[in-house]
């Protein structure tokens, strides 16, 4: 399991945080890494020139995955550099906790573009473009199986996605493609840190078997297990990568 040679991987939102690690452990294992960005260019040339001094391959590529033009962009580029496109990470996301009474509309709208919206736009290039027997990973949320107050909202872009992915998955079965969506619980990362005390991070971190919270090197595993030639007969499933939290 994890070798990718002659593999291409876009991983959306893969300047820092999750998708970083996600696109530096794919071209460890041999793929070329489409490494796509919205606006934090310098932090996505560090992460391409760290692949290739390492040997690898990659490209960084800047789209807003919750524009259309900007997405069929992404996929035609990394057409264009590699030839062709094995696998696809859906990680771009954006995390806005409020009680629901102080949820703007423009909180609202945001989060579902670039949650919800961004997985629907690349879902339907992916189905275009894709090889036969190609990988489709979504990351979601563990907080799409609790209640936890200040997460209606972020929690429901998530479960929208985990929902688009299973059907999707039959729709795309007879060309060997595999969808599915792993659920992280919190993650030692700038996305899920922001705005919360220290305290508020213990707290959370207790509720994992572990009592602490996860870190990038927890998730990555089940991802490019997703993404292998073994996870063949794996479709339509949201798997929790949550430390027993759910």
Known sequence: ???FENKTVIVTGASRGLGKQIALEFAKKGAAVVVNYSSAKEEAGKVVNEIQLAGGRAISVQADVSNAADVERLFDEASRQFG???IVINNAGVMITKLLQDVSEADFDRQFAINTKSVFLVLKQAVEKL???GRIVTISSSTSRLMMPGYSVYSATKAAVEQLSKVVAKEVGHRDITVNCVLPGPINTALFRNGKS???????????AFNRIGEPEDIVPVILFLASK???WITGQTIG???GMS
Do not use: C, R, V, Y
Not at 198 to 208: F, M, N, P, Q, V
């Open 1 to 3: 399991m994890g070798n």
């Open 198 to 208: 220290t305290e508020l991070i213990d707290k959370i971190a207790g509720l994992s």
């Open 84 to 86: 062709k496109i094995d």
């Open 241 to 243: 990568a949550n430390g």
């Open 131 to 133: 090889e036969n027997g």
């Open 230 to 232: 073994e996870a063949q």
